[in-house]
């Protein structure tokens, strides 16, 4: 089936950690894209890729990296200079960055500072 | 910068009321599309409005998109157990999404 398949679904990490996401997506999709959410609030834009070997900051990308070497794959790291990563992380894609395509997301990761 | 606005925040209805939540722009969207968001689970595209005045049914979901195409609203008419979830708006050409409405529902 096609889709997005991000993993781990829960990671713990020490504080002063990096750690990476994984997003996969077997769409042939050109744009991807990393959203944080908080406990009942909404999407924020990390970092969005709109083809290979570019990327551009969300509203909130201090603390986090992105690659995009492959077109179907859009790691997300959260480095140690992110205060506050607890939080659910959803990657997502569209066929381009267009107006109209509709967004697909992945199921999501939760990562948690411990 | 440009933003979406949703309102409200949170809905708590009686099994069968209904239920209507509203997404604002500052500014005219070309589109507006709208996604739902069940308890632990991630965004799932429910519709997408484009034209100035649109409607659109979806079973007991009707979608609005304003005549100034700057806000658009959902409708749940007789609210059932399985419309429980986060409902947002977006702005599809910018990926900019609403805050959401959280929508609880009493059996």
């Known amino acids: 089936d096609g889709g997005i398949t991000q993993s781990p679904k829960y990671l713990f990490r020490k504080e002063g950690q990096n750690v990476t996401l994984s997003c996969e997506q077997n769409l042939n999709h050109d744009a991807m894209y990393w959203y944080r959410q908080d406990p009942g609030q909404g999407l924020r834009l990390i970092y969005y890729?709109?083809?290979?070997?570019?990327?551009q900051k969300g509203d909130i990308a201090e603390g986090y990296s992105v690659s995009r070497e492959k077109k179907e794959s859009f790691p997300l790291t959260v480095t140690s200079a992110q205060k506050n990563p607890t939080a659910f992380y959803l990657c997502?894609?569209?066929?381009?960055?267009?107006?109209?395509?509709?967004?697909?997301f992945g199921e999501g990761s939760w990562l948690t500072v411990v | 910068g440009q933003q979406v606005m949703q309102i409200p925040q949170y809905q708590h209805v009686q099994e069968g009321e209904d239920f209507t939540t509203y997404c604002n722009s500052s500014t005219t969207l070309s589109n507006i599309q709208w996604y739902k968001q069940r308890p632990g689970g991630h965004p799932v595209f429910l519709i997408q409005?484009?034209?100035?005045?649109e409607v659109k049914k979806q079973k007991r979901l009707t979608f609005q998109f304003g005549e100034a195409k700057k806000n658009s609203s959902l409708h749940i008419t007789a609210t059932q157990t399985t419309d429980v979830g986060t409902y947002f708006c977006?702005?599809?050409?910018?990926?900019?999404f609403g805050s959401g409405t959280r929508l609880s529902i009493r059996p």
């Open positions: 977006a702005q599809a050409s910018k990926i900019i």
């Open positions: 409005l484009v034209k100035s005045g």
């Open positions: 997502a894609s569209t066929r381009d960055r267009d107006a109209g395509n509709t967004i697909y």
């Open positions: 890729s709109q083809i290979v070997n570019d990327f």
